[in-house]
C-alpha cells in the first residue's frame, strides 16, 4: 500500500514558471525523500529531509516539511522543459534499526517549452 | 562509477513460466531493496536484504515469488508459474546505509509483460 499521496496527481506549466507539487502520508517519520522519475534515467535521487529539519534547499529545488500536518512540499524554481518526470515522495517511518521505505501516487510533471 | 544494474531489460514470459531477475548493486552497499511498479503508480516494496539476510519480505504478493542474496551483492528475485497481473516494472535499489535512512540509488528496472 502507498503511504503517502502526491497532490496534484498532474501538472502542466511552462518553461521558466516554478512548479509545486504536495506530499501528504499518514505516519511519524524519520526522514521524507523526494525522487524523480522518466523513462531515460529511471527513478532518481533529488533531496532527503529529517523530521527535524523545516526547510532544506538543493539548486533549483525547494523542499519543506510540515509534521504536525504530516505533510511536504517540494517547489521547483524556473522549471526547464528537462524536468517533465514524475515525482515521488518516500517516506521512512520511525522504528528501530531497519525503516522501511514506502513510496507515494507521484505528480506527473509536464514542463512545456 | 557504475551504478546499480539490472537484467534483463525486458523480459515477455507466458503465463506458467518462472523467471529469474537480476539485480547487481553497488559494490559495497549493505542494503538492497526490490520494488513492484505497476503502470501509473508509485513503487511498491517487495523485499529487503541487509548483506545476504532478508530481513523484509512483507511486500512479496504470494508464496510464487522468491528473492535471495547469497553472497551478499547480487540479488536474484525469481517468479515462479508467472500470471498477467505479475506484468510491471520490477527495480532494485541499493543503499550504502543499514535500512532505508540514507538514499537509494535505483537500477534501471526488468519490465516483465506476461502474456
Known amino acids: 500500500s502507498q503511504q503517502g499521496e502526491e497532490d496534484p496527481q498532474a501538472l502542466s506549466i511552462q518553461e521558466g514558471e516554478n512548479a509545486t507539487m504536495n506530499c501528504s502520508y499518514k505516519?511519524?517519520?524519520?526522514?521524507l525523500q523526494w525522487y524523480r522519475q522518466n523513462s531515460g534515467r529511471g527513478l532518481v535521487h533529488l533531496i532527503l529531509i529529517r523530521s527535524n529539519e523545516r526547510e532544506k534547499h538543493s539548486g533549483r529545488l525547494r523542499v519543506t516539511l510540515d509534521t504536525s500536518k504530516k505533510s511536504s512540499s517540494l517547489l521547483i524554481t524556473a522549471s526547464r522543459a528537462a524536468d517533465t518526470a514524475s515525482y515521488f515522495c518516500a517516506t521512512a517511518p520511525i522504528s528501530g534499526g531497519y525503516q522501511k521505505v514506502t513510496f507515494g501516487t507521484g505528480t506527473k510533471l509536464q514542463v512545456i517549452p | 562509477g557504475a551504478g546499480v544494474s539490472q537484467s534483463p531489460r525486458y523480459k515477455v514470459a507466458k503465463r506458467g513460466q518462472d523467471v529469474a531477475l537480476r539485480c547487481d548493486p553497488i559494490s559495497g552497499h549493505v542494503s538492497l531493496f526490490w520494488y513492484q511498479q505497476a503502470l501509473g503508480q508509485g513503487p511498491e516494496f517487495l523485499t529487503y536484504f541487509q548483506n545476504e539476510a532478508q530481513l523484509d519480505k512483507s511486500g512479496l504478493p504470494s508464496d510464487r515469488f522468491f528473492a535471495e542474496r547469497p553472497e551478499g551483492s547480487v540479488s536474484t528475485l525469481k517468479i515462479q508459474r508467472t500470471q498477467q497481473e505479475d506484468s510491471a516494472v520490477y527495480l532494485c535499489a541499493s543503499s550504502s546505509s543499514a535500512g532505508g535512512t540514507y538514499e537509494q540509488y535505483f537500477g534501471p528496472g526488468t519490465r516483465l509483460t506476461v502474456t
Open positions: 505516519t511519524s517519520i524519520n526522514n
